[in-house]
């Protein structure tokens, strides 16, 4: 089987059937011309196929160890078209901790349309075993998760869904696939925020699905033609060159996180440090099964637990900046209370260990002393 490397480089793109270009051309156009009626190149209508967009989603495809991939026109995109899949009286399973924006659409875009959201403690699969009911249709699973860096045994969480009939789907936005491909595990759709590490230069939106089965991959399809949210040939232009990169980005931001995890945890003012690198992460024999490396994602916790001690903090950085998102060439900071985790209600928070003063940050690949400097400083 072709190494990471190069099949981050190869995948999806073959020279330009017209021009011979290298790299795929940005197919900025709507229609396609055709000779007689229903009679074209495989191209009608650019909602449906554009050979940019078809670059990048063989280019998904493979990345993933899967057969087939879908591009949206963002990672909340993509977790729409997937639960377009279910039907009223129809159940999730979900993680109680996961994306702010994934708990918003299931509670307050989809549950009004009455399909119905369990949220468990997904680190113990028991607690899924449990909540399966003869409604149960999909489970949604992130791991790691954001920004607490629990870890979910998908093998496990995929052998319940198999004996449920429910399709597994799973979240592998902060692992990238560089850490870890969920459909080799058993699950039946990966999802990914391709915003974040696959894009990798925080200059596109973007979202993605990849799976195995046809069918599966032609009830998506037709989800994604039919609703529309498809993203641009440009930002499938600028994703597949993020791809391309992957692994040399992926390596440094591993170096990078590791070194700064374990320099965090020694700081005097530092309370609690989470990253699943460390050997006494309660699920590292988890991570440490199912994927390769263990990122560049982090969260912290001050000794001071004030508010404005970690809003010292998030305001005093100098190479981190304060911003949403994350996966980027570029180190950020943010705090999930106010910001990415605002959405989810202040108690849901803190029932699920997010305290209001957690601070996450998303390790870029700058130099690992220079980062130190800047958050030494920071923390004081
Ligand atoms: C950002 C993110 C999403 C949503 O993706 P968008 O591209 O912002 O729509 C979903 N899941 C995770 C884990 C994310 O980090």
Redesign the pocket.
């Known amino acids: 089987m072709m190494k990471l490397a190069t099949k981050y480089i190869h995948a999806g793109t073959e020279p330009d059937p017209s021009t011979g270009a290298i790299m795929t051309p940005i197919y900025q156009t709507s229609t396609y011309v055709q000779e007689a009626p229903g009679v074209n190149k495989g191209y009608e209508y650019a909602r449906s196929q554009n050979p940019t967009r078809k670059a990048l989603e063989d280019a998904y495809a493979q990345i993933e160890n899967g057969k087939f991939g879908l591009a949206f026109a963002?990672?909340?995109?993509a977790?729409d078209a997937v639960i377009k899949l279910l039907s009223p009286g129809d159940e999730v399973i979900a993680a109680n901790d996961?994306?702010g924006?994934?708990y918003r659409l299931f509670t307050k875009i989809f549950a009004k349309f009455g399909i119905q959201f369990t949220y468990v403690d997904t680190t113990n699969v028991a607690n899924i075993r449990n909540a399966i009911s003869p409604n149960t249709k999909l489970i949604w699973i992130?791991t790691p998760t954001?920004p607490l860096m629990n870890i979910t045994d998908i093998a496990a969480v995929s052998v319940i869904a198999k004996e449920a009939k429910a399709l597994l789907c799973v979240?592998n936005?902060?692992a990238s696939p560089y850490l870890q491909n969920p459909l080799d595990f058993g699950a039946d759709i990966v999802m990914h925020?391709?915003?974040?590490y696959l894009g990798g230069h925080s200059d596109v939106?973007?979202?993605c699905l990849m799976m195995n089965d046809a069918e599966l991959r032609e009830q998506l399809y037709f989800i994604q033609k039919s609703c529309g949210a498809v993203p641009g040939p440009m930002d499938c232009f600028l994703v597949l060159r993020g791809i391309k990169t992957l692994h040399i980005r992926m390596q440094r931001h591993c170096e990078n996180g590791s070194v700064i995890a374990h320099w965090l945890r020694k700081q005097p003012k530092i309370a609690k440090v989470y990253w699943c690198g460390f050997e006494d992460h309660p699920n590292y024999a988890i991570a440490k099964k199912q994927m390769r490396d263990f990122g560049g994602m982090l969260s912290f916790e001050l000794k001071d637990d004030s508010m404005d001690a970690a809003k010292k903090v998030l305001s005093s950085t100098k190479l981190f900046s304060l911003a949403e998102?994350?996966g980027g060439v570029e180190s950020l900071i943010n705090h999930p209370a106010s910001m990415t985790h605002a959405s989810i209600p202040r108690e849901k928070r803190l029932e699920n260990g997010l305290s209001d003063t957690l601070i996450r940050l998303s390790i870029g690949i700058e130099d690992a002393d220079d980062l130190i400097e800047d958050l030494s400083k920071a923390i004081g």
């Open positions: 963002s990672g909340v995109a977790t996961m994306y924006g994934t992130e954001n979240d936005t902060f925020s391709a915003t974040k939106i973007q979202g998102s994350l």
